[in-house]
């Protein structure tokens, strides 16, 4: 089934959505109990919290009136999420030789997706992160990253496509201004 926007509705997360973002990552939190930190604290907490206290992170900090992404709705099931945010709250990216920032510029991060399988490879991705950007843009963003894989590379991994994929980002206007690393780029749309 292809998806569109006209069929979609797209909520910022806070804590009136929460119980549809649980719904949606279930009761393993997503992937394996992730719950969207992989990118927000460092790899040794991750560790530790891995399941039900990451879970709480992430809901202490919609509690705290942040909206850490967007769900989808198709009717009223949630069956997709996009975590964008100032990418301030993902600490993680400066940490990393790979993503680390290319100049001082402010700007907004796309950084994580989740689709309920039933709806993947529907198109889904590319409309969130349409729905992201309008999102962003709505808050003052001008400038919004991504840091999607590159499906061509022989060193593709299906499990790190959780931050997308470059081709989705590049039919959207994104361009590449940084590779660090064969496998993933940093892409970059500037918002009118």
């Not at 929460?18 to 927000?40: S, T």
């Not at 999420?81 to 990418?87: T, Y």
């Not at 590779?179 to 749309?189: E, P, Q, T, V, Y």
Request: aromatic fraction near 10%; glycine fraction near 8%; hydrophobic fraction near 40%.
């Amino acid at each position: 089934m292809k998806l569109t926007r006209d069929t979609l509705v797209f909520k910022p997360v806070t804590m009136t959505e929460w119980p549809d973002m649980q719904q949606l990552f279930g009761p393993n939190g997503a992937d394996g109990g992730c719950w969207c930190m992989w990118w927000r604290i460092k790899r040794s907490e991750f560790d530790r919290n891995h399941g039900e206290a990451n879970r709480g992170a992430m809901e202490a900090i919609i509690r705290s009136g942040e909206v850490p992404g967007l769900l989808a709705y198709l009717e009223d099931d949630p069956i997709g999420w996009c975590s964008v945010a100032p990418r301030e709250v993902f600490p993680v990216l400066d940490r990393s030789p790979v993503l680390k920032r290319i100049d001082d510029q402010p700007v907004w991060s796309i950084v994580c997706f989740y689709i309920a399988r039933r709806h993947r490879r529907c198109g889904l991705e590319g409309l969130l992160v349409e729905a992201a950007l309008d999102y962003a843009r709505s808050r003052g963003a001008t400038i919004v990253e991504a840091y999607p894989v590159d499906r061509e590379t022989r060193q593709f991994d299906p499990g790190s496509a959780f931050t997308g994929t470059i081709g989705t980002f590049q039919k959207l206007g994104f361009e590449e201004v940084a590779r660090r690393s064969k496998r993933r780029a940093i892409l970059r749309c500037r918002l009118g």
